[in-house]
């Protein structure tokens, strides 16, 4: 099956109607964050949850940090 192009739909139809638009962009597909710079933070806090976490939340996921205990 061939896929659609994807359709971006407002989450707050009332502000793009005002001119206001705004993105959210996961660091993996941004061309403004290297791979390398994701890597490294990544590796440099991987055995303290709470800078982890950090990395988790601004830059892989959009989803926050859920603690798996």
Same mark, same amino acid.
């Given at each position: 099956?061939? &896929?659609?192009?994807? #359709?971006?739909?407002?989450?707050?139809? *009332?502000?793009? /109607? /005002?001119?206001? !638009?705004?993105?959210?962009?996961?660091?993996?597909?941004?061309?403004?964050?290297?791979?390398? #710079?994701?890597?490294? #933070?990544?590796? *440099?806090? #991987?055995? *303290?949850?709470?800078?982890? /976490?950090?990395?988790?939340?601004?830059?892989?996921? !959009?989803?926050?940090? &859920? *603690?798996?205990?």
């Amino acid at each position: 099956m061939r &896929r659609q192009p994807a #359709k971006w739909i407002a989450e707050n139809p *009332d502000a793009y /109607k /005002k001119g206001v !638009r705004s993105f959210w962009l996961n660091a993996f597909s941004s061309p403004w964050t290297p791979w390398e #710079k994701i890597v490294l #933070k990544f590796l *440099d806090a #991987k055995n *303290d949850p709470q800078r982890l /976490k950090v990395v988790y939340n601004s830059a892989a996921e !959009r989803q926050t940090w &859920r *603690d798996r205990s």
